[in-house]
Every structure is written in structure tokens, then in C-alpha cells.
């Protein structure tokens, strides 16, 4: 925190800060019994009547008083990473949508409008890197229409937690009633140590989805939609692990190289065979197939309430980079969510 020469805790932040990534302390709610003091860190994203909001780098908001600041300060945009290979939110941010391809884009400005035929929000969701040419009202009746026209909710998948990203926005966003529905981070990591865990043996890797990978693959009734975006991208692998005579492999995975990235996706385990090892034998084999395409780095994306998987990339050196959040539009055009 912010102290003086004389020793006493300042605010050093004001309302034009906002935008800026801030750490401030507060004092606990009135009335609890003992005084108490909480630490936020994020970015300020308002300070309107006497309440400042303040988003953290998962994205969720925190309202505080600022009768009730103790102290307060601008930080640095983002932390230095400690490990793992260096990438900008921007960088990341094109990658991964490259390596999910939606079927039809078109250009908003500096945005990007993504749509196929409702397979996935991440392939049916604005990406929101800079500016759209237009105020953001303006901006976002365009991408309301656009999507209504193709029989589609509208989605804005704007990031938080690293330098560049759209905190703002997601503040924008909820003050205009859009729903955050869906919060994963992108998770980031060397390659060669992947593929150094296993011997990835019994691993079979192929240019296209069969049905053998798609029966273990689990979104069922996989349309041709589906199956283009499954398969796009620069250059993707799908590695199976059979399972016994007559069932759907014991183990599946899906690598996207892109240059210097490795992006994994859709790295699913039978139930009953589930801390076996057969994960990693399945992301091995892929880190070695894109180490030979030359990628060096590797991302995957990981939903924030699933324990199981974010205990294993832990366990393979992953660290998260960043968050990324679904923005529904609000309830009112009698369209369903995918």
C-alpha cells in the first residue's frame, strides 16, 4: 500500500484513474465486531457517486465505498510471468481464435464477428480486440442485428487479467444488462517438458476426426459444422488411445500448430479409466508431433470451476495467462442460448 513519508496509509488514486490497474485497501463492512482491513487488486473501471468498481483479473467485480479507502495506488499494468514462454493478450488472443475456427467472420472495425451455425460460443462470439469505428451502443446494435440475422444469440467474449485486455468493456458490457454466462482462462506452457512425461505408446494420430474419435468426443450428434470447425485451423492433429474391442477409445485429444504454438483442445478420458496416466500419454504424443512442426510453446483453454483438468496442466508446467468471459446479450430477443 501507498505510505507517506510521515508513515500514514494515502489514497493516491482519483476518478481519473480509471481504466488504470489499481491496488487499494478498505476497511470491513460497518458493524462488523472487529476492524478489519481487505486488499483488491484489479482494474478501476469506475467511480461514479461515491463508489469506486474495481475488476479483478477473473473478471468479477468488486463495488467499494470510497468513504471506505484506506489506501490506494496505480500498479503496473500486469505482473511479470515467472515461467513459461512470454505472449501478449493480443498475440494469444488471435492464436486461439485461429485455432477454433468460426465459418463465416466479418470485420466491425478492429472486431471480429464470428459465426458457426451456433457450434460453440467461442466460434459464435464477437472478439472485441480494439476498436469497433463506432460508439459502443452503435457498435453493439450492429452485432445484435448481425447475429439475429443468422438465427443466433449475440456473444461478446471480452478478457480480463492481463495487460491489454478489456476490462472496460466488461464493465460497459454488464452496465448495459449483457450476462456474463461463461468464464474459462487460457492457460500457457513450454512444449518440449510435455512432451518429455510420457512415451504417448498406443497413440495413434490422424489428420481428421473419425467416428472412433468422435464417439468419445463429448458433444454427441457432431453436425458437419462442427466437423469443419473441429478440423480447422493451420495444421491439426486428433490423437486416439483405444479403448477395449468394441468401445470408444479409452482416451482422445486435439492439437492446432500455429507457428510457435501448440494449442490442445478436447482432451477427454473415459470415466472409468481417469487417473491413469492417459491424458498426459495423449498430450505427449501430440507435443512431439508439433515440436516436429517446429511450435515451441503451448496453450490450452480450461473452464474455472473444472478442478480435475486445471490439477493436471498444473501438473504439466501449465500457468494461467489470462480470462476470458461470454457476454450474452440481454434477454430480449427471444433467442435461446447455444
Not at 184 to 199: K, Q
Not at 308 to 314: E, F, K, P, S
Request: glycine fraction near 10%; include cysteine; proline fraction near 6%.
Amino acid at each position: 500500500m501507498e505510505i507517506s513519508a510521515a508513515g500514514r496509509l494515502e489514497v493516491r488514486i482519483t476518478p481519473a484513474d480509471v481504466g488504470k490497474r489499481v491496488s487499494v485497501r478498505r476497511l470491513s463492512e460497518p458493524g462488523t465486531a472487529k476492524e478489519k482491513f481487505t486488499d483488491t487488486v484489479g482494474v478501476l473501471t469506475s467511480w461514479d457517486n461515491g463508489v469506486l468498481m474495481i475488476t479483478r483479473r477473473d473478471g468479477r467485480s468488486v463495488r467499494i465505498a470510497e468513504s471506505a479507502l484506506v489506501a490506494g495506488k496505480v500498479v503496473p499494468a500486469a505482473p511479470a510471468r515467472r515461467r513459461g514462454p512470454a505472449a501478449s493478450y493480443d498475440e494469444l488472443a488471435r492464436v486461439t481464435s485461429r485455432g477454433w475456427p468460426p465459418l463465416e467472420t466479418e470485420r466491425l472495425g478492429e472486431w471480429e464477428l464470428r459465426a458457426s451455425g451456433g457450434f460453440t460460443r467461442r466460434a459464435n462470439s464477437v472478439l472485441p480486440l480494439g476498436d469497433p469505428s463506432l460508439p459502443l451502443d452503435a457498435a453493439l446494435t450492429v452485432v445484435r442485428r448481425w447475429y439475429r440475422e443468422r438465427g443466433l444469440p449475440a456473444y461478446v467474449q471480452p478478457a480480463t487479467g492481463a495487460e491489454g485486455t478489456q476490462e472496460l468493456l466488461c464493465a460497459e458490457l454488464e452496465r448495459r444488462g449483457w450476462v456474463r454466462e461463461v468464464t474459462a482462462e487460457v492457460w500457457t506452457g513450454a512444449l518440449a517438458p510435455v512432451a518429455d512425461l510420457a512415451e504417448g505408446a498406443g497413440v495413434t494420430l490422424s489428420r481428421r476426426a473419425d467416428e472412433a474419435w468422435l464417439a468419445r468426443y463429448q458433444r454427441k450428434g457432431v453436425s458437419e459444422v462442427a466437423l469443419r470447425v473441429l478440423g480447422g485451423g493451420p495444421s491439426v492433429w486428433f490423437a486416439t488411445m483405444p479403448g477395449a474391442e468394441g468401445e470408444p477409445p479409452a482416451a482422445i485429444g486435439r492439437c492446432v500448430v500455429d507457428g510457435r504454438w501448440a494449442g490442445f483442445a478436447a482432451v477427454e478420458v473415459d470415466p472409468v479409466r481417469r487417473r491413469q496416466g492417459l491424458a498426459t500419454e495423449v498430450m505427449a504424443a501430440l507435443a512431439r508431433r508439433a515440436l516436429a512442426e517446429g511450435a515451441s510453446a503451448a496453450w490450452l483453454q480450461v473452464e474455472t470451476d473444472n478442478e480435475g483438468a486445471r490439477g493436471l496442466y498444473a501438473r504439466l508446467g501449465f500457468a494461467p495467462h489470462h480470462s476470458y468471459h461470454h457476454y450474452r446479450e440481454p434477454d430480449d430477443s427471444g433467442l435461446a442460448p447455444s
